[in-house]
């Protein structure tokens, strides 16, 4: 009767936003709304794309202090986190999959894309009272996105604390150049990416120091660095106390030899004023509650 189609329809319904949410999880919204339409093969090439590695440090170490719960907890927090500093990013940049400790993520310019990302993003940190971080629009939109997401990630997990209550701590490492990207497998869909670029990016991360929002590390290769505008790196700097410089004079990473790497750390500390005023906030992390704002190239999501 009318009724009991009325219930099929619902259930049918039902059935299929379950199925949408699952297939969301697994893959990119734009990669999922492909595979609704019946894309049978998604395979895409990047002629430029920047990849982010984020691992949580001591990870293995905490399992295996500690008990379940509380790692599991930590981890939870964590990534949930990192998580949402993602949902506020530009849409360009896409979350490839997160495995235990770490979380990949990049942004790129698609072979048959007409161009890069275009517009405005924007992202809020907290810091000496309301400022613009802008692109000169010379630079690589994805390297600069992919770092500004790699300072809003150590931001996001600042007050999460370890089992042990020791501060978290973050390896980050970028890195720039071309890769491919698809969706592997039909029962449990996938979505990855592949080639050298990626690789790379890895080891940037596994090589990198522990860091934290406080005193950051973000370890990136020579092609990541060449991609960052000067204008862009040197608010950075008056904006954040973080300087841009070589790591050494090179260093041998697994699998590729000796690199000339980079990183972007804080400033050598000024030294102290001969008279300092009670009134004057400290250079970072404790005046105004406005925020600062890193405004990056790419749309920003809504």
């Known amino acids: 009767n009318e009724r009991e189609a009325v219930k099929v329809l619902e259930k049918a319904q039902q059935q299929a936003r379950l199925e949408k949410k699952l297939l969301r999880a697994l893959v990119p919204t734009a990669v999922s709304e492909r595979l609704a ?15 982010l590695f984020i691992y949580v440090c001591d990870y293995t170490a905490m399992v295996l202090q500690h008990d379940t719960g509380p790692s599991i907890e930590w981890i939870n927090r964590i990534l949930a986190r990192l998580d949402d500093a993602i949902t506020h990013a530009p849409k360009s940049l896409t979350k490839v999959e997160t495995f235990n400790n770490f979380l990949l993520v990049f942004s790129g310019v698609r072979d048959d894309a007409p161009g890069p990302p275009t517009g405005t993003g924007t992202r809020t940190l907290p810091g000496p009272g309301p400022a613009n971080l802008k692109s000169s629009g010379t630079g690589c939109a994805h390297a600069e996105m992919c770092l500004g997401l790699a300072l809003s990630m150590l931001h996001a997990v600042k007050e999460v604390e370890r089992p042990d209550g020791k501060p978290t701590t973050l390896k980050v490492g970028l890195n720039s150049g ?29 090589s990198s120091l522990p860091c934290s929002f406080a005193s950051p590390f973000i370890h990136m290769t020579q092609a990541t660095y060449q991609r960052l505008d000067a204008s862009f790196t040197a608010e950075l700097g008056s904006m954040m106390r973080l300087q841009l410089a070589p790591r050494g004079e090179g260093m041998e990473i697994k699998g590729k030899g000796t690199m000339q790497t980079f990183s972007l750390h804080p400033l050598p500390a000024d030294p102290p004023p001969l008279a300092a005023s009670a009134a004057e906030p400290a250079l970072f992390g404790c005046g105004g509650e406005e925020g600062l704002v890193l405004e990056l190239p790419g749309r920003r999501r809504g």
């Open 178 to 206: 071309p890769l491919a990207a698809g969706v592997i497998g039909s029962g449990s869909p996938r979505y990855s990416i592949f080639g050298d670029t990626v690789n790379t990016g890895s080891r940037m991360a596994s």
């Open 37 to 51: 339409r019946g894309d049978a093969l998604i395979a895409d090439s990047y002629c430029d794309a920047t990849v």
